[in-house]
């Protein structure tokens, strides 16, 4: 059997009805890791063993088991960031060299008892604190569609893996964009739900106020699915909010007839590369003539909230790292150690005031929700520039330009293919819904990707 195309819910279908194993499908993805891994460079570490272990236990319980857990043999990995208990996390950093986690993180938990099978760690930004992945320390995690070209992050090693078939599904995590511009880069789907949806307990921190934890898969329904599985109240985490979790699953293909979808088209969302706004544009004309109906809006302080986050984000990092940034500051690499230092110097009354824009932009943000169901914008204004001379604090800048205000507002936000540029690159689609409207997001996106083929392509890494 041929695994480099096939999905999580298609492997899930597979093994469900015995016609795969989980040790013969996770044999294929760890092959796969092997050959691929040297070049892409999305794992910073692989649990061969542990997963060959498990693997071959799930196996020979398969027929005798009547019931099947919803990821029962499905091979997935972990940014690292995320604890798995036993394995050494380094959150893609010499600061957290020797630290190895003796419990799972309560999404770790989720997955292990939804029968996963984890086959490693992802190469990130170091601590989360950029969005090109060029670790200083490990190297950087590359774009399956081009090597030469970056993955995007911090969960870059997270989209590589899935959209090169090294793993079938991903967690990561999305602080000021860090799940969805991976997935734009790199042509994945990529969730980061509402802020307090997803337990943050056993993931280290980077901005206690703006942390996500999210999904990211080659489809919708795989999103949908591993989405599902990590939603949730955890009253052990302290953000955490007791709201009820639907089941997206059942309303994935209820379409979008009469939905209100707005397109974001005031001077700060169409800064953008002109084949990017071509590309949402046409998104856009799907929507209508699926038969939702769309309308041209202009959105309240884009630009006010990503220089809002962006501003949270470096004093909160700072905050997490003092004692570090105080005694081991030699250990950081440098794009993250000016800006840890960038965040040390926000003064009292910048943060202050930063929070206080924080929540009028949210209760605009809910008032504008109250109008529409989805807004649609590109994620990322260019499509993956190279490596080489990359700033990573000035392609932070650009790069979460339409992804940072939705962290500030804490709205579940959702990325996937919408096309390719001219040079092949994938282009993303961002869609937004208001708190706790994930399902809505991924129903729309689901109509979205049936109605079109860009998520039927794969990178060159899958021809191999």
């Given at each position: 059997m041929d695994f480099r195309h096939i999905t999580l819910t298609e492997a899930k279908r597979l093994i469900q009805t015995r016609q795969l194993s989980p040790l013969a499908l996770t044999e294929a993805i760890l092959e796969r890791i092997v050959r691929l891994n040297p070049t892409l460079n999305c794992y910073l570490s692989v649990f061969k063993e542990e997963a060959l272990a498990r693997a071959e236990r799930l196996s020979k319980a398969l027929k005798d088991r009547r019931f099947l857990n919803p990821l029962y043999g499905i091979p997935i990995g972990i940014k690292d960031i995320i604890a798995i208990r036993h394995h050494p996390m380094r959150a893609g950093s010499k600061i957290w060299e020797g630290y190895t986690p003796d419990q799972d993180a309560r999404v770790i938990e989720r997955l292990r008892r939804s029968g996963a099978i984890f086959v490693g760690y992802h190469n990130m930004h170091e601590i989360a604190l950029g969005v090109t992945n060029l670790n200083p320390h490990f190297g950087a995690a590359r774009n399956p569609w081009r090597p030469e070209c970056i993955s995007g992050g911090s969960s870059g090693g997270s989209a590589v893996a899935v959209v090169s078939g090294l793993c079938l599904g991903a967690l990561g995590t999305d602080t000021g964009g860090s799940i969805r511009i991976p997935a734009s880069l790199c042509g994945a789907v990529g969730l980061k739900p509402t802020f307090g949806r997803v337990s943050l307990r056993g993931v280290l921190p980077l901005s206690w106020n703006l942390d996500h934890v999210g999904p990211l898969g080659r489809s919708v329904a795989d999103v949908a699915l591993l989405y599902r599985l990590?939603?949730?109240?955890?009253?052990?985490?302290?953000?955490?909010?007791?709201?009820?979790?639907?089941?997206?699953?059942?309303?994935?293909?209820?379409?979008?007839?009469?939905?209100r979808i707005a397109l974001a088209q005031d001077d700060f969302f169409t800064q953008a590369e002109d084949e990017i706004l071509q590309a949402v544009r046409a998104a856009a004309e799907v929507f209508r003539s699926l038969g939702a109906v769309v309308e041209e809006v202009q959105m309240p302080a884009g630009l006010l909230a990503a220089q809002t986050n962006g501003l949270m984000v470096i004093s909160d990092a700072a905050a997490v790292y003092e004692k570090e940034l105080s005694e081991r500051a030699h250990l950081f690499g440098e794009d993250v150690y000016q800006r840890l230092r960038n965040g040390a110097a926000v003064t009292a009354s910048q943060y202050v005031q930063a929070r206080r824009t924080q929540t009028v932009l949210q209760k605009q943000y809910r008032e504008f929700f109250k109008r529409y169901d989805v807004l649609l914008t590109p994620t990322t204004p260019i499509t993956a520039p190279t490596i080489e001379g990359r700033d990573s604090i000035e392609a932070a800048r650009i790069l979460t330009r339409f992804t940072a205000p939705f962290n500030l507002t804490g709205l579940p936000a959702l990325s996937l293919p919408c096309g390719f540029s001219r040079e092949g690159l994938p282009i993303g689609l961002q869609l937004v819904g208001n708190q706790w409207q994930e399902d809505l997001i991924l129903r729309a996106a689901y109509a979205y990707e049936q109605a079109t083929n860009a998520h039927r392509q794969f990178a060159w890494s899958d021809t191999l």
């Open positions: 990590i939603a949730g109240y955890d009253p052990q985490d302290v953000v955490s909010i007791p709201k009820a979790v639907g089941d997206p699953l059942s309303r994935l293909e209820a379409g979008v007839v009469g939905l």
